[in-house]
């Protein structure tokens, strides 16, 4: 019995490690260093690159550490909970950060001395993290206003022309946006290049976060009670019906947002375009632009145009937890994230990036060095700067991400033409009896 | 077993002295008309044919995975495919580049589940021993209780275990993960039931008159003669434990700590979903250790599943 | 010695050792040292039950108490509340909802599990069709079981996924030829769900009743054969009968594990999708307790509370279960004593 042998070595090697472990898990000190929880990997080397850099010679060590966005709000709640195990900064994302701002004096240090950097941000970000104590909690880094970015080849293939500007005007209305579609569904190339047509989208419910990112009405008002606003199921071109028009006449790939073959679809011929924010056109996809073996890719093939509406998707906000021993560098180190002229210009221009600096931005414009090669050499910040302009914080709450994705399956099952939503009405009282059995402290009308 | 040459003829077998069963069945199955034994060969193939299909069912959606990881995406979207391609060193490539902290998540699973299987271990059969080795009024009533206790679903206390953990200053440790491994009702009732069967008294009573300590003999006579039972239930333990998901799902914070069920779950919700081939790789990594545990010890753990015969 | 054999001689030991306490007392010559020993019993259960206390009983209390209170996301100061919650959590269909799928999941994957797991322990233990390799299968059904089921969710969900899964692509070859996204409807999820189950506990049953037919008292299988019943005879009306504490026995595990199944609903579509009146289509229980726990305003008082109805559920099902089965397994078996008399009578 061979296995005997390896299996009692085996334990005596655990108990051993037992031993050992309850003597290490005793002294855990944290102090000599500032800890910093971001949620992306390039973000996450900002600090490295342009902060905690040599020349700088901060005098402390920043521990950065990268919490995937779906881990971070619950480690975030445990941990204030616990008062365990906390960070000092936290990069927050727009569409969450809102329950901590709300709760902001039992979790968050006020930032009030920080208001007259604010001057040269877009107010919105500013007024999104101010709590209902009327203290500022927060800053934004960047702002987010959302795009539509299309394949060159494919605008040059199917309406002669390239140019953002032409192409805007095949896209500038939903009506627009859908006519152009079928156009794109039915064209092959001249040699049968698209045998299976092209999708405008991949995933339809991509429209979802410019719908619920154009509104002008958030989803609770000032009593607590669930409003809807109008855009999203009234007229033609609501957001029902769009998604409905997408799955219907197959103008769309039908895949999941964030799924494999979402994902797969920016390098393979197939998808004219995607709804991204300026982050996502590196993120999502300049990173995800070729396949594994680096046959395909549709590097350079990129332009981003207004599209149809104007929205916006994330956004990066800075918070210091409350009782932080590094108060005075914590707030230097939000500051800079949110301030430094020469980190958000460089940063912009490495990832596409839009700052929350109305002059930098505007200076970026002009500048060359700003023309994105993912995107052809196009320089984009023009477009960003008139999508950012029509941004409406107020919009934001503290529910987005849940009732967002709420509306976005009753708007699908609507599209799939399911029973349980045969008609819009359906499809919206039972979007309300999700919001209601949600557990949400919000009423329903 | 010793096989019936085939030369030798019915009547030959028939003189030999002893027959082995083997050899009763050869001649019987001789005996038997041909329509019989027709029946018996369809049956027969019948049978197998049904074991090969669960056999395939059963590995049939590791073996994709697996195929999977050696694809590149491109070849993932196009269609399934049976037979591996040769992209698994570039998949595998990608996925470092994904910083994925899978050795340390490793290595944290491998300490967790090995300390509390060497709690559970040892406390387990202290408990159970106590019942064989004494009496004591209310005795019965008590392994009453630990029956009773098997069947309380555990994961129901689960908040009040979650405050109870923040309350001690336990959160973001291992401590709430391996310490509860000490009462496990379950694996008292396998060493009860073990203990049943090949306890004997003698040695105890002889350790006793030679002065040893009820802990000492427990420790240094009776304990080591488990081994069979304890490697049994040591690897269904550690296999229990490693693939514990809600309790550091709840519990652990910090990246570091991280088990390695958790990194699958990891694969599914974030960013590095989008190369599908390195992904199949991350998954089929995640459960490669427990394919290679399986290699060696699959018997051991399917004899400890017919003995304890339940489930968690 | 065969696993198969140990297995036997394990649970025939059992069987003996109810009866062992009383003669094992008899046996000791000791009295003299009897307290002073015994009392090393007590202090070796000592550490079972003080961790049993504090991290079972306790929380388990704790729970209980929290589902009475206001005890919600952010807030500190807490106050008793009653039954609120658990008023709240009797009108939700969401919640209703999420126990009827635990149970349609489980009955989905328990039913046909064990009729395979029968069928198939009924082949692996015929004494007329001898088969090679059996250590082999059952190594390879058992295989599924110890995987970890997140990554087990995660695989499956790649493979159903539309439309680069492998099974997914599978299932268009074989019948299904419309182009759906199999997550977006309840009942393909709700299947699927059931069937991961399935795939990984299929052959832990079939071990477990191969187990308990083997340890079967082969002079019954003998006595029926020389009375000339058939195999079909022998299995239906020696061997099921004999093996029913252990299909209860797993029944009364399965359906308690059943009750609070967790990992793969919460990673496989973590509940979705959606359906009328704000349910659920693959939300179990336990999912649904752990959302509201964790997740949007941090409910844990109605968490508990929804905890503390799944405890109740769970008691009262493995009490009526025992219940049934005990009164029924001292009928049976005093049926087949009666029997094997009877035939011993006549042989003699």
């Given amino acids: 019995m061979k296995g005997k042998k390896i299996v009692s070595v085996a334990l005596s090697a655990a108990l051993l490690g037992s031993a050992v472990g309850m003597l290490a898990g005793c002294g855990e000190s944290k102090g000599d260093k500032m800890v910093y929880w971001v949620f992306d990997r390039d973000m996450a080397q900002q600090v490295t690159d342009y902060y905690a850099t040599e020349e700088r010679n901060l005098g402390y060590e920043i521990e950065v550490e990268t919490v995937p966005l779906e881990q971070m709000l619950q480690r975030l709640d445990n941990s204030l909970r616990t008062g365990t195990n906390l960070p000092d900064v936290v990069a927050l994302e727009a569409e969450t950060f809102k329950k901590y701002i709300d709760n902001g004096a039992q979790s968050l240090e006020p930032l009030d001395d920080l208001m007259d950097l604010t001057s040269n941000m877009y107010d919105y970000t500013v007024d999104a993290a101010t709590g209902p104590d009327g203290h500022l909690y927060a800053l934004a880094t960047n702002v987010t206003p959302g795009v539509f970015a299309y394949r060159r ?43 299976e047509g092209i999708k405008v989208i991949s995933s339809y419910m ?132 949110s301030t430094d002229e020469t980190y958000m210009k460089n940063w912009a221009k490495a990832h596409g990036d839009f700052m929350n600096n109305k002059q930098y931005m505007q200076d970026l414009v002009t500048d060359e060095s700003a023309n994105n090669e993912f995107l052809g050499g196009q320089n984009p910040y023009s477009i ?38 045969q008609t819009i009405d359906d499809a919206i009282t039972q979007f309300k009896a999700m919001v209601e059995a949600s557990g949400l402290d919000i009423s329903i009308a | 077993m010793n096989e019936q040459p085939v030369t030798m003829t019915n009547e030959e077998v028939l003189m030999q002295e002893s027959l082995t069963e083997a050899q009763i069945h050869k001649l019987a199955k001789k005996q038997v008309p041909l329509k019989k034994r027709v029946k018996h060969g369809v049956v027969t193939t019948v049978i197998y044919i049904l074991c090969v299909l669960m056999a395939i069912v ?86 009453s209780v630990i029956l009773i206790l098997m069947m309380i679903p555990g994961q129901l206390s689960m908040i009040g275990f979650y405050k109870l953990v923040v309350d001690l200053g336990m959160y973001d440790t291992y401590w709430p993960l391996i310490i509860p491994a000490v009462a496990g009702p379950g694996a008292v009732f396998f060493f009860k039931q073990y203990f049943d069967a090949n306890f004997s008294k003698e040695m105890v009573e002889a350790a006793r008159i030679d002065g040893s300590s009820e802990f000492r003999t427990f420790n240094l006579v009776v304990f080591p003669t488990l081994a069979p039972a304890l490697a049994t239930n040591a690897i269904m333990g550690v296999v229990g434990s490693w693939n514990n998901y809600m309790g550091p799902l709840m519990l652990i914070s910090s990246t570091e700590k991280y088990t390695f069920p958790m990194l699958s779950q990891l694969l599914k919700t974030d960013r590095y979903s989008t190369d599908l081939g390195a992904m199949a790789l991350a998954v089929f990594l995640t459960i490669l250790p427990l394919l290679v545990v399986y290699a060696c010890f699959s018997r051991f753990i399917i004899r400890g599943v017919a003995i304890g015969g339940g489930k968690e | 010695m065969r696993p198969e ?91 209703w909802q999420s126990l009827l799928n635990t149970v349609m999941i489980f009955c989905m994957n328990f039913v046909p599990q064990m009729l395979f797991a029968l069928i198939f322990a009924a082949m692996f233990t015929g004494k007329t069709y001898k088969m090679r390799g059996k250590g082999a299968f059952k190594g390879i059904y058992y295989l599924p079981n110890i995987l970890t089921a997140t990554s087990v969710a995660v695989m499956f969900y790649t493979l159903f996924a539309r439309p680069s899964g492998g099974l997914w692509q599978l299932l268009t070859k074989f019948g299904m030829d419309w182009d759906i996204n199999l997550y977006l409807m309840p009942w393909p999820s709700r299947i699927i769900i059931a069937f991961i189950q399935f795939w990984m506990w299929f052959g832990n049953s079939m071990i477990t009743l191969s187990a308990g037919i083997l340890g079967i008292n082969p002079s019954v299988f003998e006595a029926a054969q020389l009375d000339g019943a058939s195999q079909k005879d022998i299995f239906l009306h020696i061997t099921l009968p004999l093996i029913k504490p252990i299909v209860v026995y797993s029944l009364v595990v399965s359906t308690l594990g059943g009750l609070q199944v967790f990992d793969i609903p919460y990673l496989f579509l973590s509940g979705g999708p959606v359906m009328t009146g704000g349910r659920n289509a693959t939300e179990t229980v336990a999912v649904y307790i752990y959302k509201m726990a964790f997740t949007g305003d941090m409910r844990y008082n109605v968490a508990s509370a929804a905890s503390v109805y799944l405890f109740v559920i769970c008691m009262i099902v493995s009490f009526v279960l025992f219940r049934i089965t005990h009164s029924d397994e001292l009928k049976q078996q005093k049926r087949i004593e009666r029997r094997i008399a009877r035939r011993g009578g006549t042989a003699a």
């Fill in chain 1, 153 to 195: 080849s494919m605008a040059k293939a199917v309406f002669g022309t390239d140019d953002p500007v032409e192409v805007q005007k095949h896209f500038d209305t939903w009506e627009h946006f859908i006519e152009s579609a079928r156009i794109l569904r039915d064209f092959h190339g001249e040699n049968n290049e698209y045998p």
């Fill in chain 1, 206 to 337: 991509d429209i979802g976060k410019v719908f619920c990112g154009n509104r002008s009405e958030g989803w609770v008002d000032d009593n607590g009670n669930l409003t809807i606003d109008p855009s999203l199921y009234e007229g033609e071109y609501s957001m029902m019906e769009v998604a409905k028009m997408l799955q219907n006449e197959e103008l769309s790939h039908e895949t999941t947002s964030g799924d494999g073959t979402w994902y797969s679809d920016v390098w393979d011929n197939k998808v004219f375009g995607y709804f991204q924010a300026t982050w996502g056109i590196n993120t999502n996809l300049e990173n995800n632009c070729s396949d594994s073996s680096g046959e395909n890719s549709s590097y350079g093939d990129w332009a981003v145009i207004e599209g149809p509406a104007s929205y916006f998707e994330g956004g990066t906000y800075h918070v210091v937890i409350k009782g932080t021993k590094w108060l005075d560098e914590a707030k230097e180190f939000v500051k800079f994230f």
């Fill in chain 1, 384 to 421: 960003f700067i008139s999508q950012a302009e029509k941004i409406n914080g107020e919009i934001i709450t503290r529910y987005d991400s849940e009732i967002n994705g709420y509306y976005e399956a009753w708007a699908t099952n609507y599209a799939e033409g399911k029973a349980e939503a």
């Fill in chain 2, 58 to 143: 059963c590995l049939l959606p590791l073996w994709l995975l697996f195929v999977d990881a050696t694809r590149a995406t491109t070849q993932i979207n196009q269609g399934m495919s049976l037979i591996p391609s040769k992209y698994l060193v570039t998949n595998f490539n990608s996925l470092i580049e994904f910083n994925l902290p899978i050795l340390q998540a490793f290595f944290n699973s491998v300490f967790i589940s090995f300390c509390s299987t060497a709690l559970s271990l040892y406390f387990s059969t202290l408990t159970a021993y106590s019942f064989v080795a004494y009496r004591y009024k209310g005795q019965k009533a008590v392994w």
């Fill in chain 3, 5 to 95: 054999q140990q297995a036997a001689a394990a649970s025939e030991a059992v069987r003996e050792a109810d009866r062992a306490p009383e003669t094992a007392q008899e046996q000791q010559p000791k009295k003299k040292f009897r307290w002073k020993v015994d009392y090393y019993g007590i202090l070796f259960i000592l550490p079972f039950f003080v961790v049993y206390a504090i991290f079972s009983l306790y929380p388990m209390i704790y729970s209980v108490a929290l589902s009475l209170t206001d005890y919600e996301g952010f807030n500190r100061v807490i106050s008793i509340i009653g039954f609120d919650n658990f008023v709240w959590l009797a009108t939700q269909p969401r919640f």
